[in-house]
C-alpha cells in the first residue's frame, strides 16, 4: 500500500469514526476595500479576489487561517471533497498562468495567493499535517516545547527501526499490520483530543504519529523493494 492510498485510507477512516461536534467558523466581518474598484468587500467571505465581475486579485491577508480560506470549520474533522471542490474554483481565478498580461502588482498578488492556497490545501488534506496545524493555531507546536515520552515506548521504536535495516530478510508483514493499526488507532484517539480540545493529549499522540509515521514510510520503501506495491 503506497503513501498515497494509506494516506486517502485514515481520511476514510476517521470521516467513518463517530464524530464530534465541530468548532464553528469565527464570521467577524473583516471589512476593507478592493485596491482596484474601491468597493467594500468582507475578507472572510471573500478572501482572494472581489467578488466584482473583474474578480480583483487582492492582497494576502495573514490574518485568515486555512480553513476560513476554504470555508470550513476549524476542526480536525473536515470534508475533503468540499476542500478540492473549494481549491479549485478558487484557482479559476488566482492561478498565476491567468495574470501573465496583467499589471506587476497583480502578478505579485496572484503569486502569493496561489502560494498560500497550495500550501493551505496541502496542509488541510493530510492529516497529520492538519494536526499540527490546528496545534500552531493554539501557539502549539511540537518543536518548541517537545513531549517526553516513555522510555520504553522510544525504545520499542529504536528496536523496530534496528529490524528494518537489516538486509536479507523477508517482508516484515505482521510488523506492517501493526504499525498500520497504530496509526489508525492513533488518529482516532487524535480526533477526539482535538475536538475536546485536549491539547496536552493531542500533542502526545501526535509525537507519537510521528514515530509511526516514519516507520510507515521505511515499510512502503520495503514493500517496493520486495515489489509488493
Known sequence: MNGTKYEFFLIKSLLSFVLIPRVSINTTPLIEQCWQCQREIDRIESPAYCPCEKHVVLPVRTDIDYFRLFDLSRSFEIDTKQLTRTFRNRMKFLHPDLFSNKSDIEKTYSQDQSSLFNNAY???????????????????????????????FLMRIMEINEELIEENKPFPLELAIEMRQEIDNHMKQLSIALNKMDLNQAKEILARLQYFNNINDKLIELETQHDII
Open 122 to 152: 496541502k496542509t488541510l488534506l493530510s492529516p497529520l499535517a492538519r494536526a499540527h496545524y490546528l496545534l500552531k493555531l493554539e501557539n502549539i507546536t511540537l518543536e518548541d516545547s517537545p513531549i517526553q515520552l516513555e522510555p520504553d
